[in-house]
């Protein structure tokens, strides 16, 4: 495991090293903030964006709702194109297949682009423990490549460090004193990376969407590097998780307008390239021999359960954690996975099939909601993570606390009287802890909260009791109604029965 996706201490322990850290605070909040208010640019110019992501949730559902027929197509008309096509059931499969297909090679390099999947999936680790020089070429990764770190953002890999520190390892790399200057830098990887291009064995990619009428996988891409890994080796190696598969390039228009408005607040990336089976006669370039890996790691298990299939429509665009208010706060790291954010959270314990020990990663939420306005596809992620939390207590990973104190309120909340007698012995209990109205005491449930910020103390009066008193002032004050007024109101009154509205409130 990458030292920086340990699930070594807790996700509260991981946050509070985190909230520690200014500089990563500050740079994840600086992009965060861009990325949030680009997609909200974006998608407020598109003009009709509910539509189109109900479009889009809607292709994600019939198609995750009928994979087995379009992963057939897919691979049927991948393998007719001329690709080698493979599934891998797991880690161990996958990193099977892609060690068997270098070794044929007689790879010593492989040059990637951005790829989630490899990342869960460990890939590189495996290639360089047998020796095999891995080059990521997408800038993001190449950075975290050089600091032995993980992605901690779905789209920014490296959106932790701020330009002082990205300067400083590429100068390591470079063997020379670079300036904090983002061309310059840039420049220097473009430089590096070109000569790695021109003497990989092996090229690979990450596949955003693949495309069962035609058996093609589109990527997309801002810096024409995944274009050099698909085009300069002689093998390409693909790995795609098992749910990317959607109908027909019809499909793809709604998803092109989806992803890079909600990733980068771009109508479209610099770069989106569909590529349909490996190099034909009489084309220029593009790689002799085309693999594509079809991963599931735990994906599978999700299809059927009605709290979680719809956690396989995810596009990966990284919306949900630009507009988290815990990610913002605490980075990508804290989750201790490879993938963070509000879909991580939901994602890494379904994938690890482990909930045990993904326990607490369901907590660090606040379950706001902002997660699932953002999403493109409607993912309702803040009610995933409540089932999630439900889960951990059915299984008897709750804490102990917690779950006496639910039983208490439960009780409490069952009974009015029994509420009214609380709440009055809790006014009378709290007395010598109140201070200003608020409580600072740092003790037992308290302590996390209070530790930065002062609870409020129970109110004099509760709401019912103020009420109370409000009506009888309300009777004892309130003119009688003129009685045009109360003709009128008779009058509608009379017109909404007539109309068989009952009640409520309707606008
Ligand atoms: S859950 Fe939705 S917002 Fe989050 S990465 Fe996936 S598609 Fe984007």
């Known amino acids: 495991m990458n030292p920086a996706q340990s699930t070594q201490g807790t996700v509260k322990e991981r946050a509070g090293v985190a909230l520690n850290n200014d500089f990563l605070r500050n740079a994840v909040k600086f992009t965060t903030e861009r990325l949030r208010s680009g997609k909200q640019a974006a998608s407020a110019e598109h003009g009709n964006w509910e539509e189109w992501r109900e479009r889009g949730r809607q292709i994600r559902l019939h198609t995750i709702a009928h994979l087995d027929y379009y992963l057939n197509l897919f691979v049927e008309n991948a393998r007719s194109n001329?690709?080698?096509?493979?599934?891998?059931?797991?880690?161990?499969?996958?990193?099977?297949?892609?060690?068997?297909?270098?070794?044929?090679?007689?790879?010593?390099?492989?040059?990637?682009?951005?790829?989630?999947?490899?990342?869960?999936?460990?890939?590189?680790?495996?290639?360089?423990?047998?020796?095999?020089?891995?080059?990521?070429?997408?800038?993001?990764?190449?950075?975290?490549?050089?600091?032995?770190?993980?992605?901690?953002?779905?789209?920014?890999?490296?959106?932790?460090?701020?330009?002082?520190?990205?300067?400083?390892?590429?100068?390591?790399?470079?063997?020379?004193?670079?300036?904090?200057?983002?061309?310059?830098?840039?420049?220097?990887?473009?430089?590096?990376?070109?000569?790695?291009?021109?003497?990989?064995?092996?090229?690979?990619?990450?596949?955003?969407?693949?495309?069962?009428?035609?058996?093609?996988?589109?990527?997309?891409?801002?810096?024409?590097?995944?274009?050099?890994?698909?085009?300069?080796?002689?093998?390409?190696?693909?790995?795609?998780?098992?749910?990317?598969?959607?109908?027909?390039?019809?499909?793809?228009?709604?998803?092109?307008?989806?992803?890079?408005?909600?990733?980068?607040?771009?109508?479209?990336?610099?770069?989106?390239?569909?590529i349909t089976g490996p190099k034909r006669t009489g084309d220029g370039d593009g790689p002799e021999e085309m693999h594509i890996i079809i991963v599931d790691n735990g994906r599978s298990e999700q299809l059927g359960d009605p709290e979680f299939q719809e956690l396989l429509n995810c596009i990966?665009?990284?919306?949900?954690?630009?507009?988290?208010?815990?990610?913002?706060?605490?980075?990508?790291?804290?989750?201790?996975?490879?993938?963070?954010?509000?879909?991580?959270?939901?994602?890494?314990?379904?994938?690890?099939?482990?909930?045990?020990?993904?326990?607490?990663?369901?907590?660090?939420?606040?379950?706001?909601?902002?997660?699932?306005?953002?999403?493109?596809?409607?993912?309702?992620?803040?009610?995933?993570?409540?089932?999630?939390?439900?889960?951990?207590?059915?299984?008897g990973h709750g804490n102990r606390w917690e779950t006496l104190g639910m039983k208490g309120f439960a009780v409490l909340m069952a009974n009015s009287k029994r509420l009214n007698l609380a709440l009055k012995m809790g006014r009378i209990a709290q007395k010598p802890v109140v201070h200003n109205k608020g409580i600072t005491l740092k003790i037992g449930p308290l302590k996390g909260w209070n530790t930065y910020r002062v609870a409020p103390s129970m109110a004099d009066h509760s709401f019912r009791e103020n009420w109370q008193e409000l009506s009888k002032d309300t009777r004892r004050t309130a003119p009688p109604m003129n009685a045009e007024t109360r003709d009128r109101m008779e009058q509608i009154l009379r017109q909404r029965r007539a109309s068989g509205i009952q009640g409520g409130h309707h606008e």
């Not at 423990?129 to 990521?136: M, N, P, V």
């Not at 190449?142 to 993980?150: D, F, M």
């Not at 314990?349 to 020990?357: D, F, H, M």
Request: one cysteine or more.
């Open 82 to 274: 001329g690709v080698h096509v493979h599934f891998a059931p797991d880690t161990a499969a996958a990193t099977d297949i892609v060690m068997t297909i270098a070794r044929n090679k007689q790879a010593e390099s492989v040059v990637k682009s951005k790829s989630m999947v490899s990342e869960e999936l460990h890939i590189n680790r495996a290639l360089e423990l047998a020796g095999i020089e891995t080059i990521e070429s997408d800038l993001g990764e190449y950075i975290i490549q050089l600091a032995g770190e993980g992605p901690s953002h779905i789209v920014i890999p490296a959106i932790h460090k701020n330009r002082y520190q990205i300067a400083e390892l590429l100068s390591e790399d470079a063997g020379e004193e670079l300036p904090p200057d983002t061309t310059i830098l840039a420049g220097y990887v473009r430089r590096k990376l070109r000569e790695k291009f021109l003497g990989a064995d092996i090229g690979m990619t990450g596949c955003n969407f693949a495309i069962a009428e035609t058996g093609s996988m589109v990527l997309f891409e801002n810096e024409g590097n995944a274009r050099m890994v698909t085009t300069l080796p002689k093998t390409q190696i693909t790995l795609m998780g098992m749910e990317r598969i959607i109908p027909s390039w019809e499909d793809l228009e709604v998803m092109a307008t989806l992803l890079p408005r909600s990733a980068t607040g771009q109508r479209l990336t610099m770069y989106m390239s569909g």
């Open 316 to 395: 990966r665009c990284g919306a949900c954690l630009n507009v988290c208010p815990v990610y913002r706060h605490i980075g990508g790291h804290s989750y201790g996975g490879t993938y963070s954010g509000p879909i991580g959270a939901v994602l890494t314990p379904a994938l690890n099939r482990n909930v045990a020990e993904w326990d607490d990663i369901a907590n660090a939420s606040s379950l706001c909601g902002a997660c699932s306005e953002a999403c493109p596809v409607k993912i309702p992620l803040h009610d995933m993570l409540v089932y999630l939390r439900r889960r951990k207590v059915e299984r």
